[in-house]
T-cell receptor
Protein backbone atom coordinates (compact mmCIF):
# COMPACT_ATOMS: atom_id res chain seq x y z
CA UNK A 1 0.00 0.00 0.00
CA UNK A 2 1.19 3.50 -0.83
CA UNK A 3 2.49 5.39 2.20
CA UNK A 4 2.80 9.16 2.22
CA UNK A 5 4.96 10.95 4.77
CA UNK A 6 5.21 14.65 5.45
CA UNK A 7 8.11 16.24 7.27
CA UNK A 8 8.18 18.21 9.44
CA UNK A 9 4.94 17.53 11.28
CA UNK A 10 4.94 21.10 12.60
CA UNK A 11 6.81 24.24 11.67
CA UNK A 12 6.89 27.72 13.15
CA UNK A 13 8.54 30.59 11.28
CA UNK A 14 8.63 34.39 11.55
CA UNK A 15 6.72 36.39 8.98
CA UNK A 16 8.62 37.01 5.75
CA UNK A 17 10.65 33.82 5.75
CA UNK A 18 10.79 31.45 2.81
CA UNK A 19 10.06 27.85 3.72
CA UNK A 20 9.92 24.35 2.26
CA UNK A 21 7.50 21.57 3.13
CA UNK A 22 8.33 17.99 2.19
CA UNK A 23 6.21 15.09 1.02
CA UNK A 24 7.55 11.61 0.28
CA UNK A 25 5.79 8.52 -1.04
CA UNK A 26 6.84 4.90 -1.20
CA UNK A 27 5.46 3.86 -4.60
CA UNK A 28 6.65 5.97 -7.52
CA UNK A 29 3.88 4.67 -9.82
CA UNK A 30 1.60 7.67 -9.34
CA UNK A 31 -0.54 9.65 -11.71
CA UNK A 32 -0.45 13.01 -10.02
CA UNK A 33 0.19 14.84 -6.76
CA UNK A 34 -1.92 17.57 -5.23
CA UNK A 35 -1.13 19.99 -2.39
CA UNK A 36 -3.89 21.27 -0.12
CA UNK A 37 -4.23 23.52 2.86
CA UNK A 38 -6.68 22.86 5.67
CA UNK A 39 -7.76 25.49 8.16
CA UNK A 40 -9.06 24.35 11.58
CA UNK A 41 -12.56 22.93 11.32
CA UNK A 42 -12.67 23.40 7.58
CA UNK A 43 -12.40 21.26 4.48
CA UNK A 44 -9.41 21.10 2.18
CA UNK A 45 -8.53 23.92 -0.21
CA UNK A 46 -6.65 22.92 -3.34
CA UNK A 47 -3.36 24.77 -3.83
CA UNK A 48 -1.53 23.07 -6.68
CA UNK A 49 -1.94 19.97 -8.83
CA UNK A 50 1.08 18.43 -10.56
CA UNK A 51 -0.16 16.10 -13.27
CA UNK A 52 1.67 13.08 -14.61
CA UNK A 53 3.37 14.95 -17.45
CA UNK A 54 4.55 17.81 -15.25
CA UNK A 55 7.38 18.28 -12.79
CA UNK A 56 6.47 21.63 -11.33
CA UNK A 57 3.58 24.02 -10.75
CA UNK A 58 3.49 27.61 -9.55
CA UNK A 59 0.74 29.80 -8.16
CA UNK A 60 1.61 33.19 -6.70
CA UNK A 61 4.03 32.69 -3.81
CA UNK A 62 3.71 28.91 -4.00
CA UNK A 63 5.83 26.54 -6.03
CA UNK A 64 5.56 22.76 -5.95
CA UNK A 65 7.92 20.30 -7.57
CA UNK A 66 7.60 16.57 -8.12
CA UNK A 67 10.31 13.93 -8.58
CA UNK A 68 8.55 10.61 -9.14
CA UNK A 69 11.72 8.55 -9.37
CA UNK A 70 12.82 9.56 -5.88
CA UNK A 71 9.28 9.60 -4.48
CA UNK A 72 9.41 13.20 -3.34
CA UNK A 73 7.60 16.49 -3.68
CA UNK A 74 8.34 19.85 -2.12
CA UNK A 75 6.11 22.86 -1.57
CA UNK A 76 7.98 26.14 -1.45
CA UNK A 77 6.26 29.15 0.14
CA UNK A 78 7.93 32.51 -0.45
CA UNK A 79 7.69 35.48 1.88
CA UNK A 80 5.41 33.75 4.36
CA UNK A 81 2.49 35.66 5.90
CA UNK A 82 0.38 35.03 9.03
CA UNK A 83 -2.52 34.11 6.73
CA UNK A 84 -0.47 31.15 5.51
CA UNK A 85 -0.88 29.51 8.92
CA UNK A 86 -2.71 26.23 8.32
CA UNK A 87 -2.08 22.52 7.92
CA UNK A 88 -0.64 21.59 4.53
CA UNK A 89 -1.44 18.17 3.09
CA UNK A 90 -0.14 16.37 0.04
CA UNK A 91 -2.02 13.60 -1.75
CA UNK A 92 -0.93 11.21 -4.49
CA UNK A 93 -3.14 9.40 -6.97
CA UNK A 94 -2.07 5.81 -7.54
CA UNK A 95 -2.82 3.62 -10.59
CA UNK A 96 -6.29 2.88 -9.26
CA UNK A 97 -8.94 5.38 -8.24
CA UNK A 98 -7.55 5.87 -4.76
CA UNK A 99 -5.82 8.89 -3.36
CA UNK A 100 -3.37 8.64 -0.48
CA UNK A 101 -2.84 11.55 1.88
CA UNK A 102 -0.01 12.42 4.22
CA UNK A 103 -0.74 13.43 7.81
CA UNK A 104 0.16 17.02 7.07
CA UNK A 105 2.53 19.76 8.22
CA UNK A 106 1.08 22.28 10.66
CA UNK A 107 2.50 25.70 9.78
CA UNK A 108 2.44 28.72 12.06
CA UNK A 109 3.69 32.05 10.73
CA UNK A 110 4.45 34.45 13.56
CA UNK A 111 3.75 38.16 12.91
CA UNK B 1 -19.98 29.09 -9.16
CA UNK B 2 -20.97 27.07 -6.11
CA UNK B 3 -18.45 24.71 -4.61
CA UNK B 4 -18.99 21.31 -3.03
CA UNK B 5 -21.53 21.43 -0.22
CA UNK B 6 -22.18 18.92 2.54
CA UNK B 7 -24.93 18.56 5.08
CA UNK B 8 -25.31 18.42 7.93
CA UNK B 9 -22.13 20.14 9.05
CA UNK B 10 -22.36 18.51 12.46
CA UNK B 11 -24.12 15.34 13.52
CA UNK B 12 -24.33 13.79 16.96
CA UNK B 13 -25.66 10.24 17.09
CA UNK B 14 -26.18 7.75 19.85
CA UNK B 15 -24.40 4.46 19.39
CA UNK B 16 -26.55 2.15 17.30
CA UNK B 17 -28.35 4.89 15.38
CA UNK B 18 -28.27 5.15 11.59
CA UNK B 19 -27.01 8.36 9.98
CA UNK B 20 -27.08 9.77 6.46
CA UNK B 21 -24.59 12.33 5.20
CA UNK B 22 -25.21 14.29 2.03
CA UNK B 23 -22.83 15.67 -0.59
CA UNK B 24 -23.67 18.06 -3.43
CA UNK B 25 -20.74 18.10 -5.87
CA UNK B 26 -19.80 20.86 -8.26
CA UNK B 27 -22.18 20.82 -11.22
CA UNK B 28 -20.75 18.79 -14.09
CA UNK B 29 -18.17 16.94 -12.03
CA UNK B 30 -18.55 13.29 -12.90
CA UNK B 31 -16.15 11.99 -10.26
CA UNK B 32 -17.10 11.99 -6.58
CA UNK B 33 -15.09 10.73 -3.63
CA UNK B 34 -15.80 10.16 0.05
CA UNK B 35 -13.08 10.31 2.68
CA UNK B 36 -12.91 9.80 6.43
CA UNK B 37 -10.62 12.03 8.46
CA UNK B 38 -9.76 11.18 12.05
CA UNK B 39 -8.44 13.88 14.35
CA UNK B 40 -4.85 14.79 13.52
CA UNK B 41 -4.73 12.50 10.50
CA UNK B 42 -4.94 12.92 6.76
CA UNK B 43 -8.12 11.90 4.95
CA UNK B 44 -8.56 8.19 4.23
CA UNK B 45 -10.25 7.11 1.01
CA UNK B 46 -13.64 5.43 1.41
CA UNK B 47 -15.29 5.17 -2.00
CA UNK B 48 -15.42 6.61 -5.52
CA UNK B 49 -18.21 7.22 -8.03
CA UNK B 50 -18.06 7.99 -11.71
CA UNK B 51 -21.48 9.42 -12.48
CA UNK B 52 -23.92 7.00 -10.80
CA UNK B 53 -21.57 4.02 -10.86
CA UNK B 54 -19.70 3.15 -7.68
CA UNK B 55 -16.39 2.00 -9.15
CA UNK B 56 -14.41 1.54 -5.98
CA UNK B 57 -15.64 0.92 -2.45
CA UNK B 58 -12.56 -0.78 -1.14
CA UNK B 59 -12.02 1.84 1.57
CA UNK B 60 -15.35 1.37 3.31
CA UNK B 61 -14.41 0.04 6.76
CA UNK B 62 -17.33 -2.33 7.21
CA UNK B 63 -20.62 -3.42 5.71
CA UNK B 64 -22.31 -0.87 7.96
CA UNK B 65 -21.11 1.80 5.51
CA UNK B 66 -23.06 2.31 2.32
CA UNK B 67 -22.85 5.04 -0.33
CA UNK B 68 -25.02 5.85 -3.29
CA UNK B 69 -25.31 8.39 -6.08
CA UNK B 70 -28.47 7.33 -7.91
CA UNK B 71 -28.70 10.14 -10.45
CA UNK B 72 -25.03 10.86 -10.86
CA UNK B 73 -25.14 14.10 -8.89
CA UNK B 74 -25.95 14.21 -5.18
CA UNK B 75 -24.41 11.43 -3.10
CA UNK B 76 -25.35 10.04 0.30
CA UNK B 77 -23.09 8.18 2.69
CA UNK B 78 -25.07 6.07 5.12
CA UNK B 79 -23.70 4.53 8.27
CA UNK B 80 -25.85 1.93 9.98
CA UNK B 81 -25.69 1.03 13.67
CA UNK B 82 -23.06 3.68 14.37
CA UNK B 83 -20.17 2.87 16.68
CA UNK B 84 -17.89 5.21 18.62
CA UNK B 85 -15.01 4.46 16.26
CA UNK B 86 -17.08 5.97 13.44
CA UNK B 87 -16.58 9.42 15.00
CA UNK B 88 -14.65 11.45 12.46
CA UNK B 89 -15.02 14.15 9.83
CA UNK B 90 -16.47 12.84 6.58
CA UNK B 91 -15.27 14.72 3.53
CA UNK B 92 -16.65 14.69 0.03
CA UNK B 93 -14.71 15.78 -3.06
CA UNK B 94 -15.52 16.07 -6.74
CA UNK B 95 -13.42 16.43 -9.86
CA UNK B 96 -13.33 16.23 -13.62
CA UNK B 97 -11.41 13.51 -15.45
CA UNK B 98 -7.79 14.31 -16.21
CA UNK B 99 -5.97 14.29 -19.52
CA UNK B 100 -4.84 10.66 -19.39
CA UNK B 101 -6.96 7.56 -18.97
CA UNK B 102 -7.34 6.85 -15.28
CA UNK B 103 -5.97 10.21 -14.22
CA UNK B 104 -8.09 12.64 -12.25
CA UNK B 105 -8.05 16.36 -12.36
CA UNK B 106 -7.96 18.71 -9.38
CA UNK B 107 -10.14 17.59 -6.47
CA UNK B 108 -12.41 20.11 -4.80
CA UNK B 109 -13.51 19.38 -1.27
CA UNK B 110 -16.59 20.25 0.71
CA UNK B 111 -16.44 21.56 4.30
CA UNK B 112 -17.08 18.11 5.76
CA UNK B 113 -19.54 16.63 8.22
CA UNK B 114 -18.24 16.13 11.74
CA UNK B 115 -19.86 13.00 13.15
CA UNK B 116 -19.75 12.35 16.87
CA UNK B 117 -21.07 9.03 18.15
CA UNK B 118 -21.82 8.95 21.86
Amino acid sequence: KQEVTQIPAALSVPEGENLVLNCSFTDSAIYNLQWFRQDPGKGLTSLLLIQSSQREQTSGRLNASLDKSSGRSTLYIAASQPGDSATYLCAVQGPRNQFYFGTGTSLTVIP
Amino acid sequence: GAGVSQSPRYKVAKRGQDVALRCDPISGHVSLFWYQQALGQGPEFLTYFQNEAQLDKSGLPSDRFFAERPEGSVSTLKIQRTQQEDSAVYLCASSLPGGLAGEFNEQFFGPGTRLTVL
